[in-house]
């Protein structure tokens, strides 16, 4: 028996051994990634603060519940004096031990009561742990500079001390009441219920202990209602978010009374343990209990009742006014421009020629018909896709320029099923390669989009160049990969051969030693690390190349936007994303999702070289107090906005992430009036639009414009809104992302004596024109599937312009062409070819579309070089042959006739 209970415990303890081997390992390798991005600080910041919390709340966790279990088990196990009679004679048991207690008498006992301490302690402390954050922003906490209407207190008091306030209340008192279980429990299964409770008023050594522990909780009870005092101002109850006044006036008065009563009841039951009263235990208790109902749930009802609810809004009215002005701060809504856009139905031919700028970038193509695009004449070969399309601005040959661009990343999990060996997979197809890019609004031949960088290696038909055109770092590398290796990487196909590359930087963690590869063969369960020949005490591995996994690696305490967005930039190509600050603790701030989050700002801007992983953290909003108490806590973490390359700085934008929860907020609060806002007589939507065919709400897109009386056109994001249960349009918010304008808000309120169409109602007048519906129906009886993109809401001087693309779909392919272009303007719908035909059509009179600038929309075939058109062949070719591999006849005929109309156009290219 002991010899099998020895090898147990050198097993157990093998395993512990392990397991701390693999987490010093894995915590090893991790420190080497951080200190090679130079964030070697973080990593230390991080890992000593979650280690001294965590140790410090479990020390005090297993203190206070192993204290108590061991006090128990010795009062327990104590000779106590027999019980007597009612003569007074001692009573005598045969055996007066009960199993539990000669249970308790045994050695193993103490080590079971010491086992379950440390598995509560470590309970509780993995959840303070986790906390981290919250200890670390308590002890570097920023003033905001602001105060709450209610208790006067800096704004920073509740996102940084209330915070940390509650999480160390809920920490205590889940270990009170833990310790107060574990040993009610111990004492109850040593005695019967008869005896425990038949003389109640008997202050026994387990009352008495009971009787500590309860007054130490309600002593932290007390403090608890002074928390829940402040916590009113996040109420959801009443008829705005925040304080009402029933709580103000019944809840708050019945926190400050419970306050009292909870310190009194509990020194009466402390003081107990000497003056043994039992039922003055009781009697306290019972006035606790009775009066936590009828001030909290009586009261505070009786209140709502009989004093609110005959006059709402006049009892609510400053609560309501806190509400709004506490919500418009919290979301960077106090800072929008309010301007009025008087529409003019006046808008001519020279206004269309004096807004070129604005016509010629006006969006065609959505991002879902052109990745498809792209997936079909650009992907190249299996093993390449493009993750997503990106949406920037460039100056392209001194025009102002908004393009479309996706990064051709490499895709593992595509290669053939033989060629997926360890050593390709991890030495030799190590990084994606390009980038395609067309402009928003220009289309080829068979309605395809204009490529202004294309192919690999990659072509250029403007004055963008890329020098560095590997992907090492992107949206889809999840795999680690070694590199200088002494196998060479492939770099790109070249016809039926492959060029090959070695990495030229010295970015990621170094192999240097033996030592090293064995820990970083066994972090990453590899074993052929270690067998392999190629990898040598120069070569590196990268590792946390997906830019998702790497930011959130860096910085978890950030929120970061969901579309991360490719930059050329120097010859150089990185990667861009907005981040987050969030809480949930600004007072009367209405949240926004169900995490209860009720603040953001886009401090952080990060840039991920594609090529190097070098990643920079761009401190964008000095001013948000949430991200200087993190700049406090890592100061070698944020780099200052003004150190961002200029070149880079020319592609900050606003973050779309952020501009819909304040397009989603200021729909409501908009609305400063508290009456309007009480009644909700002006609320609005955010409209709807019809796209593939099925109704959505739209999202907001990213245009370049002239604002109105603005000498400029500039790169903006904007959004329209609709009143609530109607389709007009009420108003339209724009973000600025150029130069010193940056982040300015701007909200252009229509007249309300003035209808302006909204989207749907747009959408039903398209649906309405019988020739459009006719070509529809024409399209779809040929085997082809027509639908609608985006509907671009375009305003020009004082007018609003209506732009809609059509694509065609032919069943057997896989390529959406742009086909057509609806225009809506005042009570005129056109359809068009091109952008320009159907500018002519509603503004032009006596011009033709060849008097316009034929570089807007689409390319005639005269104006695509020889080059291009060869490529198109060799495209159509290509495809033509995939498709007659894979048995697809009608793919097959669909690419033969493409390509023969490319041949008839370079026929008369070279024609002399």
Same mark, same amino acid.
């Given at each position: ?100 207690? +000669?249970? =308790? %008498?045994?050695? /193993?006992?103490?080590? #079971?009561? &010491?086992?379950?301490? $440390?598995?509560? @302690? ?128 019944? +809840?708050? =008065? %019945?926190?400050? /009374?419970?306050?009292? #009563?909870? &310190?009194?009841?509990? $020194?009466?039951? @402390? ?147 033989? @060629? ?493």
């Amino acid at each position: 028996m002991k010899g099998g209970i020895s090898r147990y415990g050198w097993l157990i303890l093998l395993l512990l051994l392990v397991g701390l081997a693999s987490t010093g390992a894995r915590l090893y390798v991790d420190w080497l990634w951080f200190d090679s991005l130079g964030f070697g600080s973080v990593f230390g910041t991080v890992l000593v603060s979650k280690i001294l919390v965590t140790t410090a709340a479990f020390l005090f966790a297993f203190a206070i519940i192993y204290v108590n279990l061991a006090v128990a088990r010795r009062n327990v196990l104590r000779d106590q004096p027999p019980p007597v009679n009612d003569e007074g004679r001692s009573i005598i048991y045969l055996n007066p031990e009960t199993p539990w207690q +000669r249970w =308790l %008498g045994a050695r /193993v006992s103490g080590w #079971i009561l &010491l086992a379950i301490s $440390l598995f509560l @302690a470590f309970i509780l402390a993995s959840i303070v742990g986790g906390k981290w954050a919250v200890v670390l922003q308590y002890l570097n906490s920023v003033p905001f500079g602001k105060t709450d209407p209610v208790f006067n207190k800096d704004i920073g008091f509740y996102v940084f001390s209330l915070k940390f306030y509650r999480l160390l209340y809920g920490y205590l008192m889940g270990t009170l009441i833990i310790a107060t279980i574990c040993t009610a429990v111990l004492y109850l299964m040593t005695v019967t219920f008869e005896v425990f409770f038949a003389d109640w008023r008997e202050f026994s050594y387990s009352k008495k202990h009971l009787a500590v522990l309860v007054a130490a909780i309600l002593f932290l009870k007390a403090w608890g209602y002074k928390l829940a005092g402040y916590a009113l101002l996040y109420s959801p109850s009443g008829v705005v978010y925040g304080a009402g006044y029933a709580d103000i006036h019944a +809840r708050l =008065l %019945g926190y400050k /009374v419970l306050l009292v #009563i909870a &310190l009194l009841v509990g $020194l009466v039951i @402390a003081m107990n343990v000497f003056l043994q009263k039992m039922s003055w235990i009781v009697a306290g208790l019972a006035v606790w209990v009775v009066s936590s109902v009828t001030l909290l749930g009586i009261y505070p009802w009786l209140v709502q009742k009989f004093a609110v609810e005959p006059n709402e809004f006049a009892r609510e009215q400053q609560y309501i006014e806190h509400n709004i002005k506490m919500t418009r701060e919290a979301y960077g809504l106090d800072r929008v421009e309010s301007k009025t856009f008087n529409v003019q139905y006046n808008l001519g031919w020279d206004d269309i020629k004096n807004n070129e700028d604005t016509v010629r970038n006006i969006r065609l193509w959505d991002w879902q018909p052109l990745k498809k695009t792209y997936k079909e004449i650009q992907e190249i070969r299996l093993y390449y896709q493009f993750n997503d399309i990106d949406v920037d601005r460039y100056v392209i040959d001194g025009k102002y320029r908004q393009v479309m661009l996706a990064a051709r990343e490499l895709a593992q999990d595509k290669l053939p099923e033989q @060629a997926r060996t360890w050593i390709n997979q991890h030495l030799k197809y190590t990084h994606g390669y390009g980038v395609a890019m067309s402009p928003v609004n220009e289309v080829a031949q068979e309605g395809l989009p204009r490529l202004f960088i294309r192919d690999i290696p990659p072509r250029f038909l403007t004055d963008l160049k890329i020098e560095r055109p590997e992907i090492y770092f992107g949206e889809s590398t999840d795999q680690y990969v070694f590199v200088r290796t002494k196998t060479q990487e492939f770099d790109y196909p070249s016809g039926d051969k492959n060029v090959w590359t070695t990495y030229q930087d010295t970015s990621g963690v170094k192999i240097s030693s033996f030592g090293r590869r064995l820990i970083l063969a066994w972090v990453f369960h590899d074993y052929k690390i270690l067998l392999s020949n190629d990898i040598t005490s120069d070569s590196y591995v990268l590792f946390y190349r997906n830019i998702d996994e790497r930011m959130r690696k860096i910085a978890p305490f950030l929120r970061f936007d969901g579309d991360p967005y490719l930059v050329i930039d120097s010859g150089q190509l990185y990667w861009i994303r907005d981040a987050y600050t969030l809480t949930d603790m600004y007072p009367y701030s209405a949240p926004f999702e169900n995490s209860g989050a009720n603040y953001i700002r886009n401090s952080v801007k990060v840039v991920v070289n594609a090529y190097t992983g070098e990643t920079k953290f761009y401190l964008a909003d000095s001013g948000d107090p949430v991200v200087r108490s993190y700049a406090r806590i890592f100061p070698r973490l944020f780099t200052p906005m003004e150190k961002m390359p200029k070149g880079l700085r020319q592609h900050v934008r606003y973050p779309e992430d952020l501009f819909s929860v304040q397009a989603q907020m200021l729909a409501v609060y908009h609305m400063q009036d508290p009456r309007v806002f009480y009644n909700k007589e002006d609320k609005w939507n955010i409209p709807r639009e019809i796209f593939e065919d099925q109704p959505r709400d739209m999202e907001p897109y990213y245009i370049i414009m002239r604002l109105p009386g603005e000498p400029e056109p500039e790169y903006i994001l904007m959004m329209p809104f609709t009143p609530a249960k109607k389709q007009n349009m009420v108003a339209w918010l724009c973000a600025r992302s150029d130069g010193e304008d940056y982040g300015r808000l701007l909200l252009f309120d229509f007249s309300k004596q003035e209808l302006v169409f909204g989207p749907m109602q747009v959408e039903s007048r398209i649906n309405q024109d019988s020739r459009i519906s006719q070509q529809l129906t024409l399209w779809d009886q040929r085997g082809s599937r027509a639908y609608r993109g985006n509907l671009m809401v375009i305003p020009i001087n004082h007018s609003i312009l209506y732009i809609e693309p059509l694509y065609l779909q032919a069943e057997q392919s896989q390529i959406p062409e742009l086909r057509a272009v609806i225009a809506v303007y005042g009570d005129r719908v056109v359809m068009a070819e091109s952008l320009d035909e159907a500018m002519v059509q509603l503004f032009g009179e006596n011009q033709t579309a060849q008097e316009t600038r034929p570089d807007l929309t689409r390319v005639a075939p005269g104006e695509v070089t020889l080059e291009e058109l060869v490529k198109q062949a060799q495209d159509y070719y290509d495809q033509a042959q995939e498709n007659l591999r894979q048995g697809n006849w009608a793919g097959y005929g669909e690419n033969i006739e493409k390509l023969k109309t490319v041949l008839d156009s370079m026929e008369k290219k070279v024609a002399p």
